[in-house]
T-cell receptor, first 110, second 112 residues
Framework: NAGVTQTPKFQVLKTGQSMTLQCAQDMNHEYMSWYRQDPGMGLRLIHYSVGAGITDQGEVPNGYNVSRSTTEDFPLRLLSAAPSQTSVYFC?????????FGPGTRLTVL | QQQVKQSPQSLIVQKGGISIINCAYENTAFDYFPWYQQFPGKGPALLIAIRPDVSEKKEGRFTISFNKSAKQFSLHIMDSQPGDSATYFCAATPGGYQKVTFGIGTKLQVIP
């Protein structure tokens, strides 16, 4: 099992550009989440999904969109990147009470 | 509003010493309290977790102490080693497939 995979590992964007952060898991977990990690702020929930076709907002959803067409994939879309979205992004899947995190994507918005 | 307050933000401990990280929560609906460990450049991984029906859980050198009446819980790392140097997050969640609330994290450095 590859677990939770994320691509790309690093990305630099210019303000106003759009992009999609990819996340996939091969553990057949229904529950998936996107977090951002910022110094002094911990892990903050952006969006989450309890299964294919079902998504909901987390703590900091503004500027991000998600969709969940399959159990395996949960992409995160930045529609118009802003410098405030410079962060490390983690995707996670969940089984019972345990979260399994991907390796992260470090995003810089200039 | 920070529902899980974690302290300290950074901690330096000598090898062989005890590392202690504290967390406090507000939401009485929380019923599962995990700790995650994150090494640089990696995603967090579950280290140890406790439910509020017990006051302590121990796994090797790692112990969670839980005080339900005070709504506080802490992680103790005994005989701390340089390999324990990482960021530690406490977390809390209510029942079922619910959103996990994380603390802000503690960066632990264990010096030789």
């Amino acid at each position: 099992n590859a677990g939770v995979t994320q691509t790309p590992k690093f990305q630099v964007l210019k303000t106003g550009q759009s992009m999609t952060l990819q996340c996939a898991q091969d553990m057949n977990h229904e529950y998936m989440s996107w977090y951002r990690q910022d110094p002094g702020m911990g892990l903050r929930l952006i969006h989450y999904s309890v299964g294919a076709g079902i998504t909901d907002q987390g703590e900091v959803p503004n500027g991000y969109n998600v969709s969940r067409s399959t159990t395996e994939d949960f992409p995160l879309r930045l529609l118009s990147a802003a410098p405030s979205q410079t962060s490390v992004y983690f995707c996670a899947s969940q089984l019972a009470r345990e979260q399994f995190f991907g390796p992260g994507t470090r995003l810089t918005v200039l | 509003q920070q529902q899980v307050k974690q302290s300290p933000q950074s901690l330096i401990v000598q090898k062989g010493g005890i590392s202690i990280i504290n967390c406090a929560y507000e939401n009485t609906a929380f019923d599962y309290f995990p700790w995650y460990q994150q090494f640089p450049g990696k995603g967090p991984a579950l280290l140890i977790a406790i439910r509020p029906d017990v006051s302590e859980k121990k796994e090797g050198r790692f112990t969670i102490s839980f005080n339900k009446s005070a709504k506080q819980f802490s992680l103790h790392i005994m005989d701390s080693q340089p390999g324990d140097s990482a960021t530690y997050f406490c977390a809390a969640t209510p029942g079922g497939y619910q959103k996990v609330t994380f603390g802000i994290g503690t960066k632990l450095q264990v010096i030789p």
